[in-house]
C-alpha cells in the first residue's frame, strides 16, 4: 500500500492515505476558533495532508469547560467553524471534526462548575474531585454529542471523531480505573461501553459523514486498562466507521508524549491485534511519526497514517516526499508542540522550534512561496550553526548571493554538542540546516575565521551568527579545580564521586548527569530549584526525573555553592534555611550559562551601516530562537 494512494472511509474518498492529527494550538477566543488556527490546519492540507482531523477536542457539553477549546455545542460556533471547513477544503483535503468532553481530565475553573465523570475518580494530572454523573446527565451529554455533530454539520466537515483517548469522558467510561458505578454504565466491558455506544449511536443519527472513534489503547496508568484488553473492549463497542489508535491519557502525556527523556509505548503490536479486532479502516501512529513509518504501519494492517508533530516540523513533508524532496524533521524536543500549550510558553499557543511557521502561518508565508528579493546582495554569513545556516537557506533560496564562513571544520554549532547522548534526536537539526543550505546553493567556506579587517566593502551585507561561549564553570570564582558540562559531554576525565551543580537550570544539566552516571559511582546534582534542570520542559521533565533516579542519582534541592577550596571542599548553603554543609567530592562539574559572542558584530557595526546579528550572537537563549532570528531576518532582507 501506497502512502500517496487514494483511500476511502465508507463511501468518501481521500485523495492519500496522510492525516493530519494536530496538538492542542490555544487559537481559541472565548470557545471560538481564530483565524490562526483556521491558517494553521490550511497549511497542512496545502503541504499535502490527504486529510486533517481537527480543531481537536472540541467541547460537545457546557458542563465541560476550558478556554483551550472550541465550544462546539454552542451554534454560534458555526461560522468560524465553517471558515476552517473552507480553508482545508480549498486545498481538495478531507476534515474531521473531533468531539470531546474532558470529564475528570479538567477542573471546573473557567465556568466555576463541578466536573462530571463516571464516578470519583480524579486525574493524577487534575487536583479536582469529580462529580458522579447521573443518569440525566449522562442522556444529557449523549444528547450534547449528537448537538454538537449538527454544528459540524452546518459548519461543512466531511464526518465526525468521538475522543476517547487523553482528555475523553468516553475512555472514562470504558475505564476501570475511572468508571467505578454499580449501575448499567458500570462492571463488565459491555457495560463499561455502553456510553460509547449510545454516543457514537446518536452522532451517526446526525453526523455529516463517516464517524470515527479515536481510542486508547492502553492508559498506562495503575488500574486502568492495558493493551490485553483491546480486543475486549473493541468487541463491545459498535457503530463506528473508522478506528484511530492512540494512548495514554492526560496523566501519562509525557510517555504517551515521550520526547527525548523516555522511550514512547511501542505501538506496532498493539495496532495489529487493533486491526484484526475490526472490520473498519484503522488509523495508526507510531511516536513521532515519519514518513519511513508508513510501510510498517501499513504491514501492521492500517489504512492511513497520522501525523502530528512532523508535519508540525514540516508543514510540506507530505507533499515533498511524494516528490523525492527534502523535508525538514522532527527533533522530538517537545520545547514548543507541547510545551508552548500546555506550558504556556509564548502566550500558549502551538510552536514548532524547527519551523518557526508553525503557530505563525498568518504572519509567514509557506517557504516554498516566499517572495524572492526585490534587490539580490551579496551577504557574508559569519557562522555556521542554526541561525546562520537559517538564514542562509532562506536567503539564498529568495534571490541573494550568500557566502557563510565557519570557523570551524563542520557546521552546525553548538547543535553538535547538544545531540549527545540522550539529546541525539537533535542532531538531526544540524543535518537538515546543512542540507538546505547546499541546496539552496549557499557558499560554504570551512576554517574561515573572520575578523572584522576581513570584512570588505564587497560585501552588501553582513550577518553575525558568532553564537556564544561557552560557559565558565567556575574558574573566576573558585579556588579548587571544577568542570564544565560542555568538557563532560566532550569526554573529559571525571572522579568516582561527582558533584554536579545546576546553574543552567535547563536539560543540558539532565544531559550531563546522565552522561555521569554511565562514568561515575556516585552523582549529586545540587540545585538552587526544588530539584535540578527545573525549567526543563514539562513533557520532558518527568522523563529526565525518573531515569536519572532509576540510575541512582542523589538530588539537592534548595542548595547554592559558596565555594570550592583548593583542596577540593565545596562548601553549600541552604537557600531557604541559610545553613551551610560541605561535601569532599572527587570531581565538581558546573552546567553554567553561556554569554554572546559579539565583539566582532559590534567591532563591524561601528564600521558600517549594514550588519545584523542574529541567534546566541544577541543573545543566549533556546535553539527556537536562533531559528526564529535567522527566517525573520532572511524572509526580509
Not at 183 to 192: H, I, K, T, V
Not at 343 to 370: I, M, Q, W
Request: glycine share 10%.
Amino acid at each position: 500500500m501506497s502512502l500517496y494512494a487514494e483511500g476511502k472511509i465508507g463511501d468518501l474518498s481521500v485523495r492519500n492515505r496522510g492525516v493530519f492529527r494536530p496538538v492542542r494550538t490555544r487559537f481559541i477566543d472565548d470557545g471560538r476558533p481564530t483565524e490562526e488556527l483556521a491558517a494553521h490546519l490550511a497549511a497542512r492540507a496545502e503541504g499535502g495532508a490527504g486529510a486533517v482531523v481537527g480543531p481537536v477536542e472540541m467541547l460537545a457539553h457546557p458542563s465541560a469547560s476550558d478556554p483551550a477549546f472550541v465550544d462546539a455545542y454552542d451554534p454560534e460556533v458555526v461560522p468560524a467553524l465553517e471558515r476552517i471547513v473552507d480553508a482545508v477544503h480549498e486545498h481538495d483535503a478531507r476534515i474531521f471534526g473531533q468531539l470531546t468532553h474532558t470529564g475528570a481530565e479538567a477542573d471546573g475553573e473557567w465556568e466555576m462548575q463541578p466536573q462530571l465523570a463516571p464516578s470519583a475518580s480524579p486525574s493524577d494530572a487534575a487536583y479536582e474531585m469529580p462529580k458522579t454523573m447521573s443518569r440525566d446527565e449522562i442522556e444529557g451529554i449523549v444528547e450534547g454529542f449528537a448537538d454538537a455533530a449538527d454544528n459540524l454539520a452546518a459548519a461543512g466537515f466531511d464526518g465526525v471523531e468521538l475522543a476517547a483517548g487523553p482528555f475523553s469522558i468516553l475512555r472514562q467510561f470504558l475505564s476501570p480505573r475511572y468508571n467505578a458505578r454499580e449501575d448499567a454504565y458500570g462492571g463488565d466491558w459491555e457495560a463499561r461501553a455502553r456510553f460509547v455506544n449510545e454516543t457514537v449511536a446518536a452522532v451517526s443519527d446526525r453526523a455529516p459523514g463517516p464517524v470515527g472513534l479515536h481510542l486508547s489503547l492502553a492508559e498506562l496508568e495503575y488500574g486502568g486498562y492495558g493493551f490485553e484488553d483491546v480486543p475486549a473492549i473493541l468487541d463491545a463497542i459498535e457503530g463506528f466507521d473508522y478506528l484511530s489508535c492512540t494512548v495514554g491519557t492526560h496523566a501519562t502525556y509525557d510517555r504517551t508524549h515521550a520526547g527525548l527523556a523516555v522511550g514512547a509505548p511501542d505501538l506496532l503490536g498493539p495496532i495489529e491485534t487493533t486491526v484484526d479486532a475490526v472490520d473498519v479502516p484503522v488509523m495508526g501512529r507510531l511516536p513521532f511519526t515519519t514518513v519511513e513509518d508508513a510501510d510498517a504501519l501499513f504491514d501492521a494492517g492500517v489504512e492511513f497514517v497520522s501525523f502530528t508533530r512532523q508535519l508540525l516540523a514540516d508543514a510540506e513533508t507530505l507533499g515533498n516526499a511524494a516528490e523525492g524532496e527534502r523535508f525538514d524533521r522532527c527533533i522530538q524536543c517537545n520545547q514548543k508542540c507541547l510545551e508552548g500549550v500546555y506550558g504556556h510558553a509564548h502566550g500558549g499557543h502551538v510552536e514548532c522550534v524547527v519551523n518557526p511557521r508553525t503557530g505563525r502561518e498568518t504572519e509567514f508565508a509557506a517557504l516554498s512561496a516566499v517572495e524572492p528579493a526585490a534587490l539580490p546582495q551579496r551577504v557574508l554569513v559569519v557562522g555556521g550553526g542554526a541561525a546562520g545556516l537559517r538564514f542562509a537557506s532562506i536567503a539564498a533560496e529568495r534571490g541573494h548571493d550568500v557566502t557563510l564562513r565557519e570557523a570551524t571544520d563542520s557546521l552546525g554549532g553548538q547543535l553538535n554538542l547538544a545531540a549527545e547522548g540522550v539529546l541525539e534526536p537533535l542532531g538531526r537539526a544540524a543535518e537538515d540546516l546543512a542540507a538546505a543550505a547546499r541546496k539552496a546553493g549557499v557558499t560554504v567556506e570551512l576554517d574561515a575565521p573572520v575578523s572584522a579587517d576581513d570584512v570588505g566593502r564587497e560585501w552588501d551585507a553582513v550577518v553575525v551568527a558568532t553564537g556564544a561561549s561557552r560557559p565558565d564553570p567556575g574558574a573566576e570564582r573558585f579556588e579548587g579545580d571544577v568542570v564544565g558540562a560542555a568538557e563532560v559531554l566532550e569526554g573529559a576525565a571525571v572522579g568516582e564521586d561527582v558533584l554536579l551543580v545546576d546553574e543552567n537550570r535547563w536539560v543540558i544539566t539532565m544531559q550531563t548527569g546522565l552522561e555521569l552516571l554511565g562514568r561515575a559511582d556516585a552523582v549529586e546534582m545540587v540545585a538552587t530549584d526544588h530539584y535540578p534542570g527545573f525549567r526543563t520542559e514539562q513533557p520532558n521533565l518527568p522523563g529526565f526525573v525518573a531515569a536519572l533516579q532509576a540510575q541512582g542519582a542523589e538530588f539537592t534541592g534548595n542548595h547554592a555553592v559558596d565555594a570550592v577550596d583548593a583542596d577540593g571542599v565545596v562548601t553549600l548553603h541552604n537557600t531557604l534555611t541559610g545553613e551551610t554543609t560541605t561535601r569532599e567530592p572527587d570531581t565538581v562539574v558546573v552546567a553554567g550559562r553561556r554569554r554572546a559572542e559579539e565583539s566582532l558584530y559590534l567591532e563591524l557595526d561601528e564600521r558600517r551601516d549594514d550588519v545584523y546579528r542574529i541567534g546566541d550572537a544577541v543573545a543566549p537563549r533556546k535553539l527556537d530562537r536562533a531559528y526564529f532570528d535567522g527566517e525573520r531576518l532572511a524572509r526580509r532582507l
